[in-house]
């Protein structure tokens, strides 16, 4: 079974830009969240999507939005990029047991550099 | 709120030697899910082993075990017989299982660097 992608893997923007990550889940899983990396914050929590439904947020500024399509793909978007949102975005994908979600696998990252 | 920590942010080990890396965590739940994940240079988060707090047994995978101590909130990570391919960044995380949906809350990470 093909494992979770993410498009593009790299991207560089300018400040100010927006820009738009897009991830595939696994086959059947139905819930994605997304996390961004950075070396001084670490791993931290955007959102969490199941069948089209934000169920979860973090604590992320209005800037940071999602969305969720009906084959479970999913789609962040940034808007006015600072330099601050230079960072890894992992997207992860989940099934659901018994309306808990199981374990969460990872998707290869798109590293965004924001210039 | 939860919270991970992870105090070692660097750790070595030779090859074919045993390693242990700690971590342990605060919460008032007592139904919850802790998780190891590795993440080698290619930057891809890679699970390792998972355990459902309910269950006393510690969790195994060929040669990564835990040591889940729930009173003392601590979960380490036992790796045996190191290999060259176990060097990598290793993140302790948890998840609550309460709520659908709920985030997985990382630690720091360690590095783990494995020597011939």
């Known amino acids: 079974k093909a494992g979770v992608t993410q498009t593009p893997r790299y991207l560089i923007k300018t400040r100010g830009q927006q820009v738009t990550l897009s991830c595939s889940p696994i086959?059947?899983?139905?819930?994605v969240s997304w996390y961004q990396q950075t070396p001084g914050q670490g791993l931290q929590f955007l959102f969490e999507?199941?069948?089209?439904?934000?169920?979860n947020k973090g604590n992320f500024p209005g800037r940071f939005s999602g969305r969720q399509f009906s084959n479970s793909r999913s789609e962040m978007n940034v808007s006015t990029l600072e330099l601050g949102d230079s960072a890894l975005y992992l997207c992860?994908?989940?099934?659901?047991?018994?309306?808990?979600?199981?374990?969460?696998?990872f998707g290869p990252g798109t590293r965004l550099l924001v210039l | 709120a939860q919270t991970v920590t992870q105090s070692q942010p660097e750790m070595s080990v030779q090859e074919a030697e045993t390693v242990t890396l700690s971590c342990t965590y605060d919460?008032?739940?007592?139904?919850?899910?802790l998780f190891w994940y590795k993440q080698p240079p290619s930057r891809q988060m890679i699970l390792v082993i998972r355990?459902?707090?309910?269950?006393?047994q510690n969790a195994t995978e060929n040669r990564f075990s835990v040591n889940f101590q729930k009173a003392a909130k601590s979960f380490s990570l036992k790796i045996s017989d190191s290999q060259l391919g176990d060097a990598a960044m290793y993140f302790c995380?948890?998840?609550?299982?309460?709520?659908?949906?709920?985030?997985?809350?990382f630690g720091k990470g360690t590095t783990l660097s494995v020597s011939s």
């Open positions: 992860a994908s989940s099934l659901l047991n018994d309306g808990h979600q199981e374990t969460q696998y």
């Open positions: 086959s059947g899983h139905r819930s």
């Open positions: 999507y199941f069948s089209e439904t934000q169920r």
């Open positions: 919460t008032s739940e007592s139904d919850y899910y």
């Open positions: 355990q459902e707090a309910y269950k006393q």
């Open positions: 995380a948890y998840r609550s299982a309460y709520q659908a949906g709920t985030a997985l809350i």
